[in-house]
C-alpha cells in the first residue's frame, strides 16, 4: 500500500508496510503511482508524452527510474506487502496482565467552570470527591504488582484539578519513592493542571519529582477566557499566564506541555500557537474538542477545510522557524521517521483497558479518562483488580485489524487505529472509527512527515 501526495513544495511517497518515505522528483512522482497499473512500456510512452516539453526527461531517464522503482520494490522498500495482520491478534497476549501506566483522578472537583470540559466541569456527572491517601497507596501498590518484568511505570495526576488535592500528591509522591526501591520499580510521574493552584511550592516540588507537567492553556487571551472560566464567569489567563511562564522558566523549558483545546470557536487556532509561542513557551499540543456533536464547541463540517489549511500553515510555521535557529515541539508532529514505535505498539495502539487504566477517588478502575463515569465500563478496583473481565477482553481484542473502516486506509499504522474512547462516543463501539477524527490526523500525520522529511533534506 502507497500514499502519496505534495505539500510543501515535497513529492511525497510513503510505503505504508515497510515504513519507507521516499522523496522523489515529478517524473519519479508519476512513475510510482502508475507503476503497479500500467505495463512497463505503456508507463514509459505515456511519461514521455507527458514530459514532452522537457529536454532532459529522455528515455534512457524513464527507463533508468523505472528500474530503480524496481530496485526498491525488489528490496522491500516500495509496494511491500502486509506482513502484520497474521500476527494483529497475538500481540496484545504477550503483555497480558501486565500494567504500565495510571492516570490517578485525585480530585472529581474543579475551581473552573470550562464549557467544553469532556469530565463535566471536573465531576465526571457523578459526585464530586477527592481521592484520600489510603486509595492512592493502593492505586500504586496494585500498579506494581501488576507490572511483572516492568521497571519503568508511568502514573499522571489527573483530575478534575488536581492541585484541589495537592497535599496528598505530595504524600503519595512520597510513598512511591520508597516503595520504588523496594519493589526496584521506577515511578514517573505527571502533573496536569488548570494552573489556578499554581505557587512556588507546586512548582518547586513539581520540578523536583514530576517528569513531565501538562499546563491547560488555549492561546489567545479571548479564546481562552470564552470557556476556560471560574464559577462566577470570570476568565483565567491573566491569573494562570504568569504563573506558567515561572514554572516553565524553573523547569528548565522543557519537560512540559502547554496543551490546549481549539473548537468551533476558534478552528484558526494556528494564532493561538503563535500567542503561546509569544509568550515564550515551546512545547506546545493544540487538541480539537471531544464533545457531543450538538454541542456549540464541537467542531462541524464547515470547520474542517479551515482546520486542515491549520495544520499545513503550522508545518511551513515550525519549518521556517526551525531553519531560523528558533525551533518549538508541536505534540501532534513528533514522529521518527528513522525508527518510531514498534510494530507493537502500530498495531495496538495505546493499551488503555489493559496495559493503561484510570483510578476514580474512590478506587474503581476504568479503561482510560475519557471512561470515567460510564459505569459499563468499570474494569474492578484497585483491591481487587480486574473483575469485568469481559470488558478487558474486549478492549484486549481492539487492534487497527479488528476495524473494518482501517482497512484500506494508509494512516493504520501511524494511528494505530485511533482513540476507543472518541470511536465508543461517536459510534457506540469502541472498535467504531470517529471519521472527523481521522480526517483530522491524516492531516497531521502529512503535515508531520512532510515537515521531517523537509528537515533531512536541509541537514543532507
Known sequence: MLHCYKLGGLNIVLDIYSGSVHVVDEVAYDIIEAYEQTPREELVAHILEKYADHAD?????????????????????????DTFSAMAGSLKERSAGVVKALCLHVAHTCNLNCAY?????????????????????QALDFLME???????????????????????????????????????????FTLTTNGVLVDDDVIDFANREMSNVVLSLDGRKEVHDRFRVDYAGNGSWEKIVPKFQRFVEK?????????????????DFL??????LRLGFTELSMEPVVCAPDDPSALTADDLPIVMQQY??????MLKRHREGKPFTFYHYMIDLKGG??????????GSGTEYMAVTPWGDLYPCHQFVGEEKFKLGNVWDGVTNTAVQDEFAACNVYTREECKDC?????????????????????????????????KRMECAIMLEAAKTMGEC
Open 57 to 81: 526527461v529522455t528515455r534512457d531517464e524513464v527507463e533508468a527510474c523505472c528500474d530503480q522503482v524496481e530496485q526498491l520494490k525488489q528490496a522491500g522498500k516500495l509496494f511491500a506487502p
Open 271 to 276: 494564532k493561538d500557537i503563535e500567542e503561546m
Open 251 to 267: 523547569r528548565g523549558n522543557k519537560n512540559y506541555y502547554m496543551r490546549g483545546t481549539f473548537t468551533h470557536a476558534n478552528p
Open 410 to 442: 494508509w494512516a493504520k499504522l501511524y494511528c494505530s487505529g485511533g482513540c476507543a474512547a472518541n470511536a465508543y462516543h461517536a459510534t457506540g463501539s469502541v472498535n467504531g472509527v470517529y471519521e472527523y477524527g481521522c480526517e483530522l490526523f491524516r
Open 341 to 350: 514505535p514498534c510494530i507493537y505498539k502500530r498495531l495496538s495502539g495505546c
Open 146 to 188: 501488576h507490572s511483572p518484568g516492568r521497571t519503568n511505570l508511568e502514573v499522571d495526576f489527573f483530575g478534575g484539578e488536581p492541585l484541589m488535592n495537592w497535599d496528598m500528591i505530595k504524600e503519595l509522591v512520597a510513598y512511591a519513592r520508597v516503595r520504588e526501591k523496594e519493589a526496584g520499580k521506577n515511578f514517573r
Open 312 to 317: 499545513e500553515q503550522l508545518a511551513e510555521l
Open 117 to 137: 470540559c469532556f469530565a463535566s466541569q471536573g465531576n465526571y456527572h457523578g459526585d464530586r470527591a477527592v481521592m484520600s491517601l489510603e486509595v492512592g497507596k
